[in-house]
């Protein structure tokens, strides 16, 4: 898994010691199902929204599983104990005008042109935050207008890049060139030749949101799921989508379907006379 995980793993495992330490349970064959379920509950008491609650019990769980592996524990007390459910929302995305809007920045200078690359990648093939924090060089093809991305799983997919993505990403290139010691792998990096960080991408990000005068504050998931959107209305290739998004299962997909669906229901009400509301 990746380091990411473990880490939210580790502080999931760490609250369940706390927890337990201050009850005065100091063996894990002292956790039964009653307590799994007490923790969950008191952890929802305090604030904790349903998904972290769903992925606190999906690190308990392992913990168990491995246990019961290794024949230390025979029986696994996480059987039969259950989430509160997590309501699923739409994501947010941009219309259209908002995407040029945002795109629409001064690339006259070394972080202008950087950002602007940053946002035409996000925009023409839909990445995860983390994959175009790690992408090198030498994962993009100009020639095809392609990019190769390593995404969650350690899987590869092949998203193209529009053309507009690859003009801003040569002029950042000519520029990265001159960086530091020019020995720099990583696509974005700062005006001293240092790979920019997930923060630091999410920051530039908002702060262009504010500085084009979009009416909200954007981060790079809306522009990622705009992309899906936007791909999705004009195509209806649902399958296609996922490719591109590099999602594993279809129904994660789906989600864009009824984001679509509230498109056509808008337009409808807007538009049909019978839908229409009297003056």
């Known amino acids: ?51 972290s609650v769903q992925r606190r019990l999906s690190a308990i769980r392992r913990l168990f599983r491995h246990l019961r592996q290794r024949g230390l524990i025979q029986q696994d007390p996480t059987q039969g104990v259950r989430a509160p459910k997590v309501r699923r929302r739409l994501p947010e995305t941009l219309d259209i005008e908002q995407v040029l809007a945002l795109l629409d920045i001064p690339d006259d200078g070394e972080l202008g042109a950087r950002d602007r690359a940053i946002l035409e990648l996000f925009y023409a093939s839909g990445l995860r935050v983390s994959e175009l924090a790690g992408l090198t060089w030498d994962e993009l093809d100009f020639g095809e207008g392609m990019v190769r991305v390593v995404g969650k799983g350690r899987r590869e997919r092949l998203v193209p890049v529009g053309r507009h993505a690859v003009s801003a990403l040569r002029r950042w290139q000519s520029i990265h060139r001159g960086l530091g010691d020019g020995q720099e792998r990583r696509v974005f990096t700062s005006l001293a030749g240092k790979p920019l960080g997930v923060r630091a991408i999410q920051k530039r990000v ?32 649902l399958r296609a989508v996922q490719e591109l998004l590099g999602h594993a299962n279809l129904t994660t997909t789906q989600i864009y379907t009824h984001l679509d669906f509230q498109h056509l229901a808008k337009v409808y009400d807007q538009s049909h006379p019978r839908a229409k509301k009297p003056r």
């Open 1 to 51: 898994m990746s380091a990411a995980t473990v880490d939210a793993y580790r502080r999931d495992l760490e609250c369940l010691q706390r927890w337990a330490q201050a009850r005065d349970l100091e063996r894990v064959d002292q956790l039964g199902a009653t307590e799994i379920r007490a923790f969950a509950a008191a952890e929802h008491r305090r604030g904790l929204n349903p998904r």
């Open 206 to 237: 908002a702060y262009w949101s504010e500085r084009q005068g979009l009416d909200q504050r954007v981060h790079p998931h809306q522009l990622r799921h705009s992309f899906a959107s936007h791909l999705l209305e004009s195509s209806g290739d």
